[in-house]
């Protein structure tokens, strides 16, 4: 008798089990975990470096870990910050895993931290798939990408817990449509918070910090239908 097995599904099974185990190691210590994800150019690493900053300037214990396929410019960039922070080079595997993250936590990832910022790949398709074991999942996307990025990517937009516009200084003369843009992203994943920010300009300036203290503090995070259609 011949048996056909889905190797998409059972990789995306064990991920999910890998990812609650550390959930909920991580939680019991008090970490929350950010993971934050965008097509490569977005401007993330700015954004999180400026975040990064503001936590330690709060008092906030924060920790970034950053995934690339090589290089380590984006952890030396945030290194700046002066919080701890761990480059993960993939060697060419396009998103983190579960297990992955965990293996590089283990022995690096000081006890007393609040705050764990994932900076996963520049990718918005593989990534989307793969949950890490997060409490905040943020999707983060460039005036400069067009209107129409969430309906393109419909499963990294339709899992998100919040959205990310970045660079919002260049709207006017990106011509970025601000109204279609949040429509698109109400069609995929209806009632998710859209918030605009700028480095630049200092535009949300907090936003990622004060979201994620708000889910470690017990505050109900937004429930993609996605995400409890595919559950």
């Known amino acids: 008798m011949c048996r056909t097995v889905d190797l998409r599904q059972a990789v995306l099974a064990k991920n999910t089990m890998a990812a609650n185990i550390l959930r909920t190691e991580l939680t ?8 934050l994800l965008s097509s490569p150019g977005s401007g993330k690493t700015a954004l999180l ?14 920790a970034a870990l950053t995934a690339d396929l090589a290089t380590e410019n ?9 919080v701890p922070v761990k ?9 983190l895993e579960a297990d992955m993250l965990a293996g590089h936590l283990h022995d690096w990832l000081p ?25 905040l999942r943020v999707v983060l996307a460039s005036v400069t990408e067009g209107e129409d990025k969430p309906l393109k990517y419909p499963t990294a937009f339709g899992l998100a ?5 970045t660079k919002s200084d ?33 535009e949300g300036a ?8 708000a889910v470690a503090e017990g505050q109900a995070v937004h429930a993609p239908v996605m995400a409890r259609t595919e559950a």
């Not at 480059?87 to 998103?95: E, K, S």
């Not at 907090?206 to 203290?213: F, K, N, Q, S, T």
């Open 74 to 82: 984006d952890a030396t960039r945030l290194a700046r910050s002066g």
């Open 49 to 62: 470096e400026r975040e990064l900053l503001l936590a330690r300037e709060r008092g906030i214990a924060a």
């Open 206 to 213: 907090g936003v990622l910090v004060d979201r994620a203290l």
């Open 111 to 135: 006890e007393d931290t609040r705050l764990l910022f994932v900076e996963n790949v520049g990718n918005l398709v593989c990534p989307a798939s793969y949950d890490l074991g997060e409490s």
């Open 170 to 202: 260049l709207a006017g003369p990106a011509e970025f449509d601000e109204a279609a843009f949040r429509d698109h992203v109400e069609r995929v994943n209806p009632g998710v918070e859209v918030v605009l920010t700028s480095v630049r300009s200092g």
């Open 161 to 165: 817990n919040l959205v990310v516009v």
């Open 28 to 35: 019991a210590r008090g970490t929350t975990v950010i993971n």
């Open 87 to 95: 480059q993960v080079l993939t060697d060419g595997l396009c998103h």
